[in-house]
């Protein structure tokens, strides 16, 4: 199962690197959170989850930027923007998930 949840996320961020940023979110904050680095955040944690458990600092970053997507989620009003945030924090939730598997 662990393997399985590693490699859905691999696809993901395959997919999510394919995405163009959405238009107009470069420098917006939204809900205090800076739009670019939510985005590239999310991409390092998962990017680190591959590569193996993550330390406890870096676990509970990747627990705060769960809730900061979920935040700026709620707020955003741009269909495409939502979409793309939405698989960011799919992202984070699997990331998530793969950790608990693994025992943290």
């Not at 989620?73 to 960011?88: E, F, G």
């Amino acid at each position: 199962m662990l393997e399985e949840k590693l490699d859905a996320l691999s696809q993901m961020m395959a997919e999510h690197m394919a995405l163009p940023f959405p238009p107009g979110f470069r420098g917006l904050d939204i809900e205090d959170e800076d739009m670019v680095m939510l985005d590239a955040d999310a991409h390092g944690f998962a990017a680190g989850v591959l590569k193996g458990p993550l330390s406890a600092q870096h676990h509970s970053g990747l627990t705060r930027l769960t809730s900061a997507c979920e935040k700026v989620l709620s707020v955003i009003d741009d269909k495409y923007a939502t979409k793309y945030y939405t698989h960011v924090r799919d992202m984070a939730v699997l990331a998530t998930e793969i950790e608990r598997l693994r025992g943290k």
